[in-house]
């Protein structure tokens, strides 16, 4: 069986696959530093709060129109899912999350 990528020429496609892996290489390092197995019971509902609330900001800052790199998208992922996590109640430090400011503001915009 022949299995081509023919998805993968697509630039779009090429873009959101390189945000997927940033995402799950950010999120690695934060279990990690947590001591936390990614089989961990907890992630199932951090994970699904953090989508939720990651795609409604997301959604927002697409609509104000700024323009969001791979990595400021990878940052604001981490912010939900630190908050994910907080109200699973993991202890998780807010220093070291690499959200910026303007998507931060946003991100606390769309949990109020």
């Not at 530093?33 to 795609?55: N, Q, Y």
């Amino acid at each position: 069986m022949n299995e081509r990528d023919d998805w993968g020429s697509d630039p779009s496609v090429r873009k959101m696959r390189s945000i997927f892996s940033d995402m799950e290489a950010e999120q690695s390092k934060l279990l990690k530093k947590l001591g936390m197995s990614p089989f961990d019971i907890r992630l199932r509902s951090a994970r699904e709060e953090a989508r939720d609330v990651f795609e409604r900001t997301w959604s927002l800052a697409n609509s104000r129109g700024l323009n969001v790199d791979e990595v400021e998208i990878a940052g604001l992922y981490m912010s939900c899912l630190a908050w994910g996590l907080r109200k699973a109640g993991i202890q998780v430090p807010t220093e070291g999350l690499p959200c910026e400011e303007h998507l931060n503001v946003l991100l606390q915009e769309v949990l109020q």
